[in-house]
């Protein structure tokens, strides 16, 4: 199941490499523990066991996408030498790569003069990108949607800056209207807008709010750490075709090739419209950029010691799929919004569901329909165990009943949030794979209704 025919380009490349370094004396010696080496490697094979199969297309929970066979190849190839992209001196082929592939995620959103640089993940990008905001506008509150990931309240609150929520429609996504009224108090520095919420895959009026912030003059932050890659897909509905295609008007971004960009984790990107914003990183360092007058990214970083592996990996992967329409990679993100969708028309079919909306992106949520909120909620849960036991991985979430009433009909709303189950259908074989996923989930909540008093009760009717 797991590839292993790339093994033979990675010996041939690690020898190319090694011809790079052919002047060196020799080296003497081995590194210690060596004599171990393969007992260590089949243990830690053994304890990787225990591990769901994200790989495989019926592991439909989280966020989770195998790296490509390049991207894995060209890490490990890279964790030969270990650069270091802080500075010039740690990685210099590295530092241009990432450069390079940088600069192809910000042209995917139409940009060519701007700030960035890869990051750990999405967590540090957002804080990057939310430190910016408040040194321009000092003291000013962070608003990002009830639906928007919970990392940007921990970092207003590490970065000591107010924030607070705005309540969501019924579609998941920032109310405009709720966002306009709370602009009325004059004292908002910054707008996140969420391009893919976490739970939901729900895109946030991107449109609307660069209106709200021509006339208040706030930042807009697009958090699209999960769904930036869809700026590529030509198959998203009206409201989210548009909300993308204005997505480089934002102040700032956030993406994450270790989501959707098929890389290793972790491998966050932050890019800043304005390469202006570049002095308010200024500071000096005694020994990091003594020898080259180059930009080194650690001087437009917040991070310091980064790994180069992950831009080495990063730009090898876009050398094979290029960031473009109609391209390869593209088709794979449409694959990933097909597969959801085919899934959600399932559901939407069959009476034993009740289905929140229709998926934006590649994430779905829906429930059991019980008597009541908290049944439907139990029954979630049993069935996502049910499923798993038969290799289908789903997630279970929580998320408000209001998402879902156009579809609760008389069901009885004894709580305010309703425990759902939620599949996130972003590998691009999982088109293949939609009527063996709703074969088992059929089967799961089959069986969970058959042991429920509500499903047999139902069953009796």
């Not at 790296?67 to 802080?86: D, E, K, S």
């Not at 976490?198 to 999960?226: I, N, Q, W």
């Not at 969970?448 to 499903?455: D, E, K, L």
Request: aromatic share 8%; with cysteine.
């Amino acid at each position: 199941m797991l590839d292993q025919k790339s093994f033979g380009a990675l010996w041939e490349a690690a020898k190319r490499l090694d011809c790079g370094f052919t002047g060196l004396p020799n080296l003497e010696g081995q590194p210690p523990g060596m004599d171990r080496l393969e007992e260590v490697l089949n243990t830690t094979a053994e304890r990787l066991k225990d591990n769901y199969p994200y790989f495989h297309p019926l592991y439909a929970g989280q966020m989770l996408k195998p790296p490509h066979p390049v991207a894995r190849m060209a890490y490990a190839l890279a964790m030969w030498i270990n650069p270091n992209n802080h500075a010039l001196d740690g990685g210099r082929a590295t530092s241009a790569m990432e450069k390079e592939a940088v600069t192809e995620i910000a042209a995917m959103v139409g940009w060519t003069s701007f700030l960035g640089h890869l990051s750990s993940g999405g967590t540090m990008a957002n804080l990057e990108a939310l430190w910016v905001a408040g040194q321009l506008h000092p003291g000013k509150k962070i608003l990002a949607s009830e639906q928007a990931h919970y990392t940007h309240r921990r970092i207003s609150g590490v970065l000591q800056l107010p924030f607070e929520s705005v309540a969501t429609d019924q579609l998941g996504r920032m109310d405009s209207n709720a966002l306009a009224t709370r602009l009325e108090h004059g004292d908002v520095g910054t707008v996140v807008v969420t391009m893919g919420t976490t739970a939901t895959g729900s895109v946030d009026p991107l449109p609307t709010t660069l209106e709200l912030s021509a006339k208040h003059g706030f930042r807009v932050h697009a958090d699209a750490a999960y769904g930036g890659y869809f700026a590529l897909a030509q198959n998203l509905e009206r409201d989210a075709r548009l909300a993308f295609d204005q997505i480089g008007k934002a102040d700032s971004i956030v993406i994450d090739p270790h989501k959707h960009g098929l890389q290793p984790y972790g491998c966050g990107c932050v890019l800043f419209r304005d390469p202006r914003i570049g002095r308010l990183y200024k500071h000096d360092s005694p020994y990091t950029y003594f020898s080259s007058a180059e930009l080194h990214l650690g001087e437009i970083s917040l991070e310091c010691s980064r790994p180069g592996a992950a831009a080495a990996a990063l730009w090898a992967t876009q050398r094979l799929l290029p960031l473009k329409k109609h391209g390869e990679f593209a088709r794979g993100l449409e694959r990933g919004r097909k597969s959801a969708l085919a899934l959600f028309d399932k559901l939407k079919a069959d009476s034993r569901f009740v289905t929140a909306f229709t998926p934006e992106l590649d994430i779905l949520v829906f429930a059991p329909r019980g008597e009541s909120v908290s049944e439907s909620s139990e029954m979630s849960r049993k069935i996502f165990e049910a499923a798993a036991k038969g290799n289908l991985h789903l997630a279970v979430a929580e998320l408000p009943v209001h998402f879902w009433e156009k579809d609760l009909g008389l069901m009885k709303r004894d709580r305010d949030r309703l425990t759902c189950l939620r599949s996130v259908l972003m590998k691009p074989e999982h088109y293949d794979w939609v009527e063996r996923i709703w074969e088992l989930l059929s089967e799961a909540a089959s069986e969970v209704f058959r042991t429920s008093a509500g499903g047999r009760a139902k069953e009796s009717r």
